[in-house]
């Protein structure tokens, strides 16, 4: 496939490579808001400690538990809400239930649990991709949904030509 | 702006007019940025500001890192005039491992790695011996002398180039058409690439279990839900 017939991708199931950098996006995404939460809690901690107040094991456990919440929560969210994280949306993915649209909060709940299980099998889960006649993971499987690829159809520039069609039109 | 960096903006041969008019501008930001920084810099050192005439109070005064401070302040003369003022560096860096320093010890705590880690900063703070208070209060020192600098330094810089780019409201455009142009072309090279090895990887491993190559990925099949 050359890179004229790229617009035939649009709405086709993505492969294992797009997925793969759009996860690392993502999981760089989590581990930065982490460190700050992790950053932010320290600081409470001393700011705490020097007004006499010791909630160091209270505020530890609540960190901790915190994470993968924060965790869940980014994922399931934007899942259910565009179908898109933000490693997704800068691979031009989305992820769609049996009825085209985002999933509901019960199935990206549900494929949010099903990344746990694909991981647990040494990434087979994930890898299944490369390998799977709809290029579904054993998440998609479980949750009944597909990651194509939604490309921008606009070509370099219309982009700005947007822009500035919002910004001077007048109202 | 400097002699260097307007020799490297007129290469500009093989660029567009728009490349070229946004390729100047950025030379010339760099180059105001650093006339100025240059200035204040040479200003600083022949006033050699004293961080106790500011009253600025040292937002991380950790014993052990101000010790590390110090301890750097004191290297070789040599190794200092690596950089034209080492204070301008000291501020910066020191925040940001602060911050890697938080968030690690926090960490240990958490997993109960604390003593494991004191293993390697205690031999070090050790071997200080006697010294280690002096350089600590050298490190702080330093520490308030490079806040100082790096807030002047920042506010200055920032209005300088700032400053160049709003003389020119045609320069503005081009820099916010330019940076979303290139952005988008960036995005969408990534994206081709990406699709693109999809198809090779699948390829390959459709390959070696015997099946035949796709011309296009599968459609997903819409169920009713």
């Not at chain 1, 597909?146 to 947007?162: A, C, F, L, P």
């Not at chain 2, 020192?141 to 790096?150: F, I, P, T």
């Amino acid at each position: 496939m050359s890179k004229d017939d790229f617009h035939i991708l649009q709405d086709r199931s993505a492969g294992f490579v797009s997925r793969l950098l759009a996860y690392i996006i993502d999981v760089v995404l989590i581990a930065a808001i982490v460190a700050v939460g992790g950053a932010v809690s320290a600081l409470m901690d001393r700011a705490l400690d020097a007004m006499g107040t010791n909630l160091r094991v209270e505020m530890t456990v609540i960190y901790v538990w915190s994470i993968p919440l924060i965790i869940g929560a980014y994922y399931i969210m934007f899942w259910s809400l565009t179908g898109r994280t933000v490693g997704k949306w800068f691979m031009g993915l989305k992820v769609i239930g049996p009825n085209g649209q985002p999933p509901s909060i019960g199935r990206a709940t549900l494929r949010f649990f099903g990344y746990g299980l694909s991981a647990i099998a040494f990434w087979v889960g994930y890898v299944w991709v490369v390998i799977d006649e709809e290029r579904q993971a054993w998440h998609d499987h479980m949750a009944k949904t597909w990651v194509v690829y939604d490309y921008s159809r606009r070509k370099s520039g219309e982009i700005y030509d947007d822009y500035r069609d919002r910004v001077e039109r007048p109202s | 702006m400097s002699t260097a960096a307007t020799e490297k903006a007129s290469d500009t041969s093989r660029l567009d007019a728009r490349h070229q008019a946004v390729v100047r501008l950025i030379a010339g930001a760099i180059g105001e940025g650093i006339d100025r920084l240059m200035a204040l810099s040479s200003a600083l050192d022949d006033a050699d500001a004293d961080p106790e005439s500011t009253q600025v109070v040292p937002l991380r005064a950790d014993p052990t890192l101000m010790a590390v401070l110090g301890w750097v302040s004191e290297l070789p003369e040599q190794v200092r005039s690596a950089s034209r003022s080492a204070s301008q560096v000291v501020y910066p860096v020191a925040r940001a491992a602060g911050v890697v320093w938080d968030t690690g010890a926090y960490v240990a705590r958490a997993t109960g790695v604390t003593p494991f880690l004191q293993g390697f900063t205690e031999p070090f703070l050790t071997a200080m011996g006697e010294e280690r208070e002096r350089l600590t209060s050298v490190g702080t020192a330093e520490y308030a002398r490079g806040r100082v600098l790096a807030v002047q330094v920042f506010e200055q810089s920032v209005d300088g180039i700032m400053g160049y780019i709003g003389e020119s409201d045609e320069l503005g455009e081009l820099v916010r058409e330019q940076t979303l142009g290139i952005t988008g072309s960036a995005v969408r090279e990534i994206r081709e690439t990406g699709a693109a090895a999809d198809g090779l990887t699948e390829g390959l491993f459709r390959k070696l279990l015997g099946k035949e190559k796709r011309p296009v990925p599968p459609m997903p099949v819409p169920q009713t839900e």
